[in-house]
């Protein structure tokens, strides 16, 4: 079945660094879901790419969907402590959604 | 919108009693999931239905948990016995099918711990 690999798993950065998680696939992808899920909290929905090539930006937040439709990448610049949570992205398949492992951003004291 | 709602919010059992998890997607959403978070296994997909038609179990662990859709507005998991490899956040989401956009709403889940 369909799997998409998400790395890293985890990422320590000091306040104010800049943070990103990527996703891949081994075949080609219709389209490509983000979400964040705030520690205690449930999953949140943030954007879908579905265009080769595609960029879009929410704020601080630029999404990628890679020229072969194969690869996702997520980068926060500037991060701030609102923005700890893990990250995680999600693949349309046959109706239902395949997730990566998510990405777990962690801010340094 | 309420959104999906989910309860209880949070329960604790003894090991081989039974627990019902009760959902109710957003209203006019054609599609409903059960989700299982745990921090060893991340988001595991249990179950999901479409116009309230079971259309994948596949992830659903054992004859133990079983899951149903009656209505449009409610739906429920089962887990009996339960057994304390059970514990873990219980998510319900839904979406509305189309073409090219589908994304999912979860609900604030169940967190059960069985003892």
């Known amino acids: 079945g369909q799997q998409v690999m998400q790395i890293p798993q985890y990422q320590h950065v000091q306040e104010g660094e800049d943070f990103t998680t990527y996703c891949n696939s081994s075949?080609?992808?219709?389209?490509i879901q983000w979400y964040k899920q705030r520690p205690g909290g449930h999953p949140v929905f943030l954007i879908q790419?579905?265009?080769s090539g595609e960029v879009k930006k929410q704020k601080r937040l630029t999404f990628q969907f890679g020229e072969a439709k194969k690869n996702s990448s997520l980068h926060i610049t500037a991060t701030q402590t609102t923005d700890v949570g893990t990250y995680f992205c999600?693949?349309?398949?046959?109706?239902?959604?395949?997730w990566g492992a998510g990405t777990k951003l962690i801010i340094k004291p | 919108d309420a959104g999906v709602i989910q309860s209880p919010r949070h329960e604790v059992t003894e090991m081989g009693q039974e627990v019902t998890l009760r959902c109710k997607p957003i209203?006019?959403?054609?599609?409903l999931f059960w989700y299982r978070q745990t921090m060893m296994r991340g988001l595991e997909l249990l179950i999901y239905?479409?116009?309230?038609?079971?259309?994948?179990d596949s992830g659903m662990p054992e004859d133990r948990f079983s899951a149903k859709m009656p209505n449009a507005s409610f739906s429920t998991l089962k887990i009996q016995p339960s057994e304390p490899r059970d514990s873990a956040v219980y998510f319900c989401?839904?979406?509305?099918?189309?073409?090219?956009?589908?994304?999912?709403?979860f609900g604030p889940g169940t967190r059960l711990t069985v003892l």
């Open positions: 999600a693949v349309d398949s046959n109706y239902q959604l395949i």
């Open positions: 075949t080609t992808l219709s389209n």
């Open positions: 239905f479409n116009n309230n038609v079971p259309i994948d």
């Open positions: 209203s006019g959403h054609n599609s």
């Open positions: 790419l579905v265009k």
């Open positions: 989401a839904s979406s509305y099918r189309r073409e090219i956009t589908n994304e999912q709403f």
